[in-house]
């Protein structure tokens, strides 16, 4: 009798576990999958960039707006940088790094990275081109040879060489030969090690004279100096503030290095010969001979859609009159646009360039 009583309510709860059911799988079968936050597949590519006055994070700017009119919407990691880290994280296709300080050393607030990989970015050509081969920075880590070469934006650095007038000091030559006790400031990523090192001067030598090497990128340790060595890679870009500052807070006497040194630090450092123009900082009031390295590297890797390539270098050309309005000082040529070192173009941004004429 209970059995038979109990029969309606179980009836009863079995249509509704499958009324449950069923709507349950009409929801499931009408849900859209889960969709990637970033990528090339919902043209949200991720750009490694550095922060917003930084040279890569300038560069990022640029793109995201020159590609726009494709169709993409680049998302920039303003974090993404630091000497050859960038090209790392594209080569492997990283997840950007974790944001350990919100603000850069501009002051300016840093954006959180996007949720995705690093897909593509800029560089130096030089550390693309190191990457590429496994050389320098890169030695040890095996060639990243499924890196590409997108494009190349011009931007002119310097190795300068200075002493404060007040010093007396004319040749780096002296600090050897006179044991002067000096203050030396260097770079972050500079040959100054190798101009040290023809002059016969270490950090250990530097020292028992009485002297010390300090960083001119730490804003509280350029109070005090006699000597500055800094290349421009990094250093000349506006969020160091190096020689723009110095030059105008201090009386510089900017020396002349030696050919041979030259000479030699152009054929490791894969840089050129040129002379700082005159009127570049104040009192620079000839032209001096010195090493340089000019450019910012777009690139991405092997597996980057065609398509997107071909974006990228479009965009860049078609769209570098916004260059113009940037803090630095770049500008665009189609004769060399497309070339850094031996890294390979990808593709897509080849075929751009065969089409414009730029390169047969």
């Excluded at 576990?17 to 499931?28: D, E, M, S």
């Excluded at 081969?133 to 990243?144: I, Y």
């Excluded at 650095?157 to 002493?163: D, E, P």
């Excluded at 630090?265 to 700082?276: G, P, Q, V």
Aim: charged share 20%; hydrophobic share 40%.
């Amino acid at each position: 009798m209970r059995l038979v009583r109990l029969l309606p309510t179980l009836v009863l709860l079995a249509s509704l576990i499958g009324a449950v059911a069923l709507v349950k799988g009409q929801n499931k079968s009408t849900q859209r999958p889960n969709t990637p936050e970033t990528g090339f597949a919902v043209k949200k590519p991720v750009f490694g960039g550095a922060c917003k006055t930084c040279p890569w994070g300038v560069i990022a700017g640029f793109v995201k707006a020159a590609t726009q009119s494709s169709g993409y919407d680049v998302q920039i990691c303003y974090n993404c940088a630091g000497g050859p880290q960038e090209a790392r994280l594209v080569a492997a296709a990283k997840m950007p790094p974790t944001l350990q300080n919100p603000r850069s050393i501009d002051g300016l607030e840093i954006s959180p990275p996007p949720n995705g990989p690093v897909d593509f970015g800029a560089t130096s050509p030089l550390y693309l081109w190191w990457a590429y081969q496994g050389t320098h920075d890169f030695a040890g880590e095996g060639p990243k040879k499924n890196l590409r070469l997108l494009g190349v934006i011009q931007h002119p650095n310097y190795l300068i060489v200075a002493a404060k007038a007040d010093s007396g000091i004319t040749d780096l030559r002296e600090i050897s030969e006179k044991h002067l006790r000096v203050r030396i400031l260097t770079g972050t990523y500079d040959v100054s090690p190798d101009i040290l090192a023809y002059y016969g001067l270490t950090k250990e030598s530097i020292e028992a004279a009485g002297g010390s090497l300090a960083s001119a990128t730490v804003p509280a340790q350029r109070n005090n100096f006699d000597v500055i060595i800094v290349n421009g890679t990094l250093e000349n870009a506006p969020e160091w503030n190096v020689w723009y500052e110095l030059s105008q807070k201090y009386e510089l006497k900017y020396l002349e290095l030696p050919d041979a040194l030259l000479a030699r630090l152009a054929t490791k450092y894969d840089m050129d010969r040129e002379n700082i123009p005159v009127g570049l900082l104040r009192g620079v009031d000839h032209p001096i001979p010195t090493v340089t390295s000019s450019g910012d590297a777009v690139y991405g890797r092997t597996d980057m859609p065609e398509d997107f390539a071909y974006a990228v270098a479009k965009g860049m050309d078609e769209h570098q009159d916004l260059l113009q309005w940037t803090i630095l000082n770049l500008s665009y040529n189609s004769h060399t646009a497309w070339k850094a070192f031996g890294v390979p173009l990808h593709p897509g941004a080849a075929r751009y360039y065969r089409e414009r004429g730029y390169m047969k």
